[in-house]
C-alpha cells in the first residue's frame, strides 16, 4: 500500500472543507465541535463491498452518493432534515487515491444536495471495504412508524422497485438500452432521494431501505393495525407502465421490484390527502397484506437482507 | 449462519434499553430522537479485529469497553461529556449470540460509567469483524489542540505506557503473574478513562490514542509552538518504578511504552498550575523534542499506526 494515512486524509479534508455556520470546528482535532438542535435525529448505517455494493458495478462517486443517500434518507424518513455527517471507511490497500477521492466527492455531492455538511470521519485498515456514515439532523416535529390510524390512506412518495430492476440488470450481466434501464441502473448505485416533497401531515412515516412489504409491515405492526397495498393503485401510477415494460423486456417481476425491492429509498407513509403515490389502506387488523382484484395476493418472502444474505 | 438479525437486533435491544430522559426514542425506528446541546461534539472510531483488536487476545466485553473507551476519549478531550452512542458492527457470521451480548455488555458498561446511552446503530455481514461507534457529546467550553501557548507547562492526565506494556506481553506471548502485568494486560484489553480529572484551564488538549509523541506533535504544530517533552519529569512520576519494573522483567522499553504506545486513551494537555502529571514545557519553536540530561534524545520512530500497520 503506497498511500500513507497522511495523504488520505488531506485529500479528504480538501473535498470536504466548508466553512457552513453550524459547524464550529470541522474536521483536525480530536472531535468535531456544532451547533446542536433541540430535537436531534441520530442514525448510522454501514455498507460493505459485495454486501451492499461491488466496486466493480458502481464508480467510487456513485458509491459515496449512495451510502450517503441511505443515511439521509432516516432523517427524512423521521420528518427531518439533515445536518452533519461522519463518516468511518475501512480501506484494503487496494484503493487508488483517485478512487478514495472519487468516493469522498460521492457522499460530499449528495450531502451537498440533502443541506449537510460532512465534520469528521475515521480511517483504518481492513481485509474488507467498508463505510459506515452517521447523519445527524433535527426535526421540530418527528414522525414515527408507529402513528398509522384505521382510514388513513397509505402512500409512497415515487414509485419503488427501480433499484431492484438495476440490480437484476447487473446481476443477469445483461446489455441493455433504452431510457427505462439507464434510469433503473442510476437509480440502483445512486438513488434518487425525495428531498422536495413535503408529509409533515403524515401520521407515520419510513422510509424504503429494505423492501415495502418489510417497512410497510414494520409500521403496521408499530402501529397496531393492518396495512392493506392495492396492487390496482400501484398500477395506475404514472411511471408504472414504464417499469412494467422494462420488466417484460428483460424477464422481471414488476411487482416484485415494487414490493419486495429495497433501497430506493422513497418514503412510505400514511396519513390523510397526502401528497405522493398512493398505494393502499391502514385498515383495523394486524400485517401488511397484498390485494389484487379483490383478493389477497401470495407473494413469496423478501429475500433480501443485509444481514442475513451470503 | 445461525443467528437472523431479528435475533441480534432484540439482544442489542435489551442490552441497551434506557430511559434516560435526554433520549425521546432509542432503539426501533429508522432514527434516533434526542435533546442536543448548544455546542455539541461529534466523532467516529471504526475498529477492526486484527487491526485493532483480537478476539484471541481480549474477551469480547473487554473489546466493547475499549471500543467505547476511544470514541468517549475523543468527546473527553475536547473538555465536553458524552450524551449518546451509536454503534455499526459488520459481523463474519462466526459470533455466537453470548458472545454477541457480551460485547453489548462491555461497550454498555463503559458508556454507562462515562454517563452515555446507547440509542442506535446497524449491522451487516463481512468477511471482517468491525465496529464503527459514534459519540455525541457537549460542552461549555470547548478545548483544542491549537490553543498551548509558551510558558505552559505539559501534563498527561495518568502515566501512559500500561496499553503498549500489556501489547508487548501478549505479542511475545509471555506468561507473566504479579499485579503490574495484570495491569498492563487490563489496560490494553479495556483502558481506564481518566473520567475524574478536570482540565477546564488546559489551553490545549487531546487523548493519547496514537502516542505521546505523535499527539504531542499534533498539538505542537497546530498551536505553533514547540514541545519539550522532559525525561527527568516523567520518571519522577509516582508509578513510573512500577513500569519501569515491569519493563526490565520482560525486556521492554518504559519509555517507548510510555512515549510511543498507544491507546491508553489518557489526555495531554498544555497550561499553568493543571493537575495531573507534569512532563514538560511548551517553548518557542516548533516540532516536538525529548530531552534527557540537558541533551536532546533521539526516538525511533513511531512505529504504530492503524491505517499503514500490516
Redesign the interface.
Known sequence: ?GL??EQ?IAVLAEVFSSSDSRV??GI?????????????????????E???FRSDWSSAFEIGRRIAAANIA??L??N?RCD?L??????T?NESIDWIRDLAHGIQSQASEAGAVV??????????L?I?I??????DS?I???GAAVGDAIYLSSLTGWSAAGLEILSKGLSTSGSSAARALNEYRAPTLDLNIIFSAATS???VSDAVLIQGAQMAK?SGVKFEIQVEEIESALEFSELSSLASEIGGDVLNWILQGGEDHALLVTGVNLPGLRIGLVTEGSGLVVIKGGQEMKMAPVAW??????
Open positions: 500500500m500513507s494515512e488520505v464550529i470546528l483536525g482535532d480530536d472531535a468535531a465541535l456544532v451547533h446542536g438542535s433541540a430535537r436531534q435525529i441520530l442514525t448510522t448505517d454501514i455498507a460493505v459485495g454486501t451492499h432516516d432523517v424518513s423521521m427531518g452533519f461522519l463518516v468511518a471507511a475501512t480501506l490497500g465534520v469528521g470521519g475515521d480511517l483504518a485498515r481492513s481485509q474488507t467498508s459506515a452517521t447523519a445527524i439532523g433535527h426535526t418527528p414515527r412508524r408507529s412515516m419510513s422510509d408499530a437482507s443485509h444481514f442475513d444474505k451470503e
